[in-house]
């Protein structure tokens, strides 16, 4: 990390002002209660691995478990801290206490958690309104009689409303981490499709972007990839990835990662064999051509509902003219693409969900443009068209005058994917390991 900077790429005066803006928001004597993320578990002593709870990272810049932050006209920060036992320094390290609260997070005020249940209920007869995340919220102060008392007669609220209004329109540096997010994203996509006709496999597929993903600096992915060979990428949020790909099937890759706290999203949809076939290209092609028209949407003023409903007409017009849809009913349409056509992105991939679609786009937001056709193999049409599923999606900051793609650098023109993946791989040598692969054992069912 720089000088000043409390996580990479972000300084303690940010994290500061992010706390100030949102006493801005807060009503006088008002509370707000934010909780660190607890420690999940997957069997009785192994933990998943941790990830900070999206507010208490962006009010605190702290990214362990186990604390309590409150804020409030009257005190300004307040850290609750874990205290260190001396097992469990022994078997997991030192933790960030009371002193770090103070020096490394510039808390007003900390105190260890065994002196919350003394020093939080004093704080909460005080206020006159509690704010807290309901979703996040932890036992730990929720079961305290004075807010218990507070919430049964109706002073306690949705910090959320208030957060993510906040996290919604990103600073200068979140932008530069999201930009290197997206990056990264792009490269370890774009190597995971150049092997794609060599690892025939949604597991390896897989495997392989995460890998990409981690060498280029990545924490962890954004999400479990999505990695949806032929009928299963019809499939919208499949995550098996345990099937084998076959000759001819398409591939669908719904992929993201995270770094220092920021989240990528982008899909892409090419053909395992190097070329689409004829029937694929009609279907490519109008989602390209939707992603394309609704990213001259994207700008201040418009909203995502506005852009939603934009992209609906083009898909359904389209189908209508390929043929897989007969009639010009909205029911058959939805079963081919239930989804929105994007999403607000940043610290969390479903980012800022109190923000309405309908809100108008400001400079400084991340969006999702993600146009799909998800045609089920049971689906009542053409049979050539049964068992398709393609998606591309883009991310894209909304600027002064327009906006900027983040994703723009991975391919998604037909010719550009097919010249790729057949010239790539014309000279690869195909020997490299296969033998070993073709030796796995992949659980199906």
């Given at each position: 990390m720089k000088e000043g900077e409390i996580t990479p790429g972000i300084t303690t005066e940010e994290y500061i002002s992010r706390r100030k803006r949102l006493l801005e928001l807060l009503p006088e004597k008002s509370l707000a209660i934010i909780a660190a993320a607890p420690v999940k578990m997957m069997t009785d002593v192994v933990p998943y691995t941790f990830r900070q709870d999206a507010d208490y990272l962006y009010l605190t810049g702290c990214q362990q478990p186990g604390g309590v932050a409150v804020l409030s006209h009257e005190c300004g920060l307040c850290m609750f801290m874990p205290e260190a036992k001396a097992h469990d320094v022994v078997w997991q390290g030192q933790i960030a206490g009371v002193d770090a609260a103070l020096e490394m997070f510039k808390a007003e005020k900390a105190y260890p958690m065994s002196k919350l249940d003394k020093i939080l209920p004093d704080m909460i007869k005080r206020s006159s309104k509690l704010f807290h995340?309901?979703?996040?919220?932890?036992?730990?102060?929720?079961?305290?009689?004075?807010?218990?008392?507070?919430?049964?007669?109706?002073?306690?609220?949705?910090?959320?409303?208030?957060?993510?209004?906040?996290?919604?329109?990103?600073?200068?540096?979140?932008?530069?981490?999201?930009?290197?997010?997206?990056?990264?994203?792009?490269?370890?996509l774009l190597q995971t499709m150049?092997?794609?006709?060599?690892?025939?496999?949604?597991?390896?597929?897989?495997a392989k972007v995460e890998y990409e993903c981690r060498m280029r600096g990545a924490q962890r992915m954004a999400f479990n990839p999505v990695v949806g060979g032929g009928p299963n990428g019809s499939v919208i949020h499949y995550s098996r990835n345990d099937q084998k790909i076959e000759d001819g099937d398409l591939v669908l890759m719904d992929v993201g990662c995270e770094l220092h706290g920021y989240c990528s999203d982008l899909t892409r949809t090419w053909p395992s064999c190097g070329s689409f076939s004829s029937v694929q290209e009609e279907i490519y092609d109008l989602i390209l051509q939707t992603n394309k028209e609704c990213m001259r949407l994207c700008k201040p003023g418009a909203s995502i509902r506005q852009i939603h409903n934009y992209s609906v007409e083009l898909l359904h017009k389209g189908l209508r003219e390929i043929g897989i849809l007969k009639r010009d009913e909205f029911r058959s349409y939805h079963q081919l693409n239930p989804t929105s056509i994007g999403h607000y992105l940043g610290m969390d991939v479903h980012d800022?969900?109190?923000?309405?679609y309908d809100r108008p786009l400001k400079p400084g937001v991340v969006i999702t443009i993600e146009p799909g056709i998800y045609v089920p193999s049971s689906f009542d049409g053409p049979e050539r068209?049964?068992?398709?599923?393609?998606?591309?999606?883009?991310?894209?900051?909304?600027t002064e005058t327009g906006c900027e793609v983040l994703t723009g650098s991975m391919p998604k023109e037909i010719k550009h994917i097919e010249s790729l993946l057949n010239n790539y791989s014309h000279g690869m040598g195909m020997g490299m390991g296969m033998e070993g692969h073709s030796n796995i054992k992949a659980a199906t069912s």
């Open positions: 995340n309901k979703l996040t919220a932890i036992p730990t102060y929720t079961d305290l009689g004075t807010f218990q008392n507070a919430a049964h007669v109706g002073k306690v609220s949705d910090l959320s409303i208030f957060t993510h209004e906040l996290r919604w329109v990103k600073s200068p540096a979140e932008l530069k981490l999201m930009k290197e997010s997206a990056s990264i994203a792009c490269q370890a150049l092997h794609s006709k060599i690892y025939l496999h949604e597991g390896m597929l897989s800022s969900s109190m923000i309405s068209y049964q068992g398709i599923g393609m998606r591309i999606e883009d991310e894209v900051l909304i």
